[in-house]
């Protein structure tokens, strides 16, 4: 089941201190945790900076292609939300199938 579009941004200044906040997520369930920091990411990120996001997350050796339970990529997920295009291209960008 596809969750509701995006909800949340918040704009202001990323620093490295503040996007490494959004490499600690933990799976209550098992789905991949890096799918969960990817998807946090998307919620409270705006497109460039999520974007910027993405590139340090690869660096710090991250998977773009980790997927949930129902084994979707966050791409996948992320292209069917209306507002999600850009994020989309993005993770395209750096390289997620």
């Given amino acids: 089941m596809l969750k509701k ?3 949340k941004v918040f704009g202001g200044e990323w620093t490295e ?5 959004f ?5 209550h369930d098992g789905t991949s ?6 998807m ?10 999520f ?7 690869k660096e710090e050796g ?10 979707l990529t966050a791409l996948k997920v992320i292209s069917e939300h209306s507002a999600g295009q ?3 291209d993005a993770l395209k960008s750096a390289g997620a199938e």
């Fill in 40 to 49: 946090k990411a998307y919620q409270h990120m705006l497109a460039d900076t």
């Fill in 51 to 57: 974007g910027e996001f993405i590139e340090f997350f």
């Fill in 17 to 21: 201190e503040s996007m490494r906040a």
């Fill in 86 to 88: 850009a994020y989309a």
């Fill in 33 to 38: 945790a890096d799918y969960l920091n990817i």
């Fill in 62 to 71: 991250g998977d773009i292609n980790a997927k949930n339970l129902d084994g």
């Fill in 23 to 27: 490499l600690t997520s933990k799976s």
């Fill in 5 to 7: 579009d995006k909800e």
